[in-house]
């Protein structure tokens, strides 16, 4: 049986949604992985929690714009999917036996984390979505576990995205600079090492093994979406490294997937 695929997906800046690139067009030649998926559940960087596993279980979720300082264009972009609630109580209760800490949040809607990418992925946006927090409590090991229990629904059909980058730190963005920063470039490489030997004591290790981690994470949330994918893959499946190359001096724009 065909198990429905995992992505990591590097998202960059909100403009990924209307700017040309190369990292987009990766996305745009791999839209027929998802013929034949039923629903997509989003854990992105955007959705940190406190204190519990939120689950979106609207009906209709909303695009939501939660970002400043871009261009009209971007404001006025809509993701008009349908959401699923009963897969989203579903997910509730399979996050619930695996001791997660779950509240369904029925009017939250998609941040840009889940519905830019989409919007290459998907762009007939008729695939049903759902979208998934992360615990700001949580650690490496958590989040990975978190992929592993959201991996028994690839067998319904059920597609599963983290939504992050490689490397984030807003503060080294030099804007449409060609030059990529050397600890971006041996970030990267150092994750896509440990990716392709599926060595995840490494990648939740991360902050301790890896000199660059702290400056290409200032702040964690954007790496572990990678981990929650990661967990949500499986040693048998074709693993894929998408080089989207790195943006602005500081964004790495890699992504991954498992099928």
Do not use: C
């Amino acid at each position: 049986m065909k198990l429905a695929p995992v992505m990591f997906v590097g998202h960059g800046s909100p403009m990924f949604a209307i700017e040309a690139s190369h990292a987009r067009e990766l996305l745009d030649q791999h839209q027929s992985e998802f013929n034949a998926v039923k629903a997509i559940v989003v854990v992105s960087a955007h959705w940190m929690t406190n204190g519990y596993t939120g689950v979106t279980s609207d009906n209709a979720p909303q695009t939501i714009h939660d970002f400043g300082g871009f261009p009209t264009e971007l404001y006025q972009l809509q993701y008009p999917v349908a959401g699923n609630p009963s897969l989203a109580l579903e997910i509730e209760q399979q996050l619930e036996q695996a001791g997660f800490n779950v509240q369904l949040q029925a009017e939250r809607g998609l941040d840009h984390g889940a519905w830019v990418p989409l919007m290459h992925l998907v762009p007939k946006a008729d695939i049903p979505v759902i979208q998934v927090s992360i615990n700001s409590y949580s650690s490496g090991e958590d989040v990975y576990r978190l992929g592993q229990t959201l991996s028994q629904l690839r067998e319904q059909g059920v597609a599963i995205i983290g939504s992050g980058s490689i490397t984030h730190n807003l503060g080294d963005i030099v804007r449409d600079s060609n030059q990529a920063a050397d600890y971006v470039v041996r970030f990267e490489q150092w994750v896509r090492e440990q990716m392709t030997n599926r060595d995840g004591k490494a990648l939740m290790s991360a902050p301790q093994l890896q000199q660059d981690f702290f400056r290409a994470h200032p702040t964690h949330e954007h790496y572990l979406p990678l981990l929650v994918a990661l967990g949500a893959s499986q040693i048998n499946d074709d693993f894929s490294v998408l080089k989207g190359g790195i943006q602005h001096h500081a964004l790495s724009m890699e992504s991954y997937l498992w099928h």
